[in-house]
């Protein structure tokens, strides 16, 4: 297209700039849909979160040139396409939701086919947009998360607040079997028992103290012996010298 009309560079323009704000795009093939069915599945999706625009091949190709993306096959006979964005809190789209309102409005209308699609800018074939329409939903896949992370805290609670419980129960236990305290209790009747041991010291002092008396013996055995002893001679020499 050398001279492009002017109304096809606008539309190139919106094609482009839609591609470029989607989250996921997803192809379809609406031969036999009729503007009602067309209505229907517009409003369907844009609860879902996406819209669904028609636009002619060649200008779709001219636009999504500069996407590094070989769309060609996708791009054969009547293409409709449902761009998934962004919502308005900043929130990604729901491309699980537009995957889903699709499939639903397949099994119900023939004439709606699912030929592929982008995920980012990752090509899509029409099994992986059926697979992707099986994805649970977003809030359900949060709360699974939020149930998987819950799981494991309030078992580390469980087992802190266990923890100290069985201290206190093996405490009890082991002062109930005699260990602990009553080895103390065993311990000080011992250390009574050693002033007993300690009297045996000052009865040997008594008994030293009463030597002494003994000692006296010998003392009154030499005064008396050697008065008797020398008594004796003065007799006798008393005696001998009266015969003569």
Known sequence: MDNPRPEKVAVVDEVREQFAAADAVVFTEYRGLSVRDLQDLRGRLRTAGGEYRIYKNTLVRRAAADLEADLDGLLVGPTAIAFVKAKADGTPGDAVGVAKELKAFAKTNAGLVLKGGLL???????????????????????????????????????????????????????????GGAPAVEEAAPAAESAPEDAEAPAEAAADAEAAPEDAEAPADAADETPAEDAEAPADAADETPAED
């Open 120 to 178: 980012g800018s990752a090509p899509l074939d029409a099994a992986e947009v059926m697979r992707l329409a099986d994805v649970p939903p977003r809030e359900e896949l949060l709360a699974r998360l939020a149930g998987g992370i819950a799981a494991p805290m309030r078992n580390l609670a469980g087992l802190l607040q266990a923890v100290p419980q069985k201290f206190a129960y093996a405490l009890q236990a082991l002062v109930e079997q005699g």
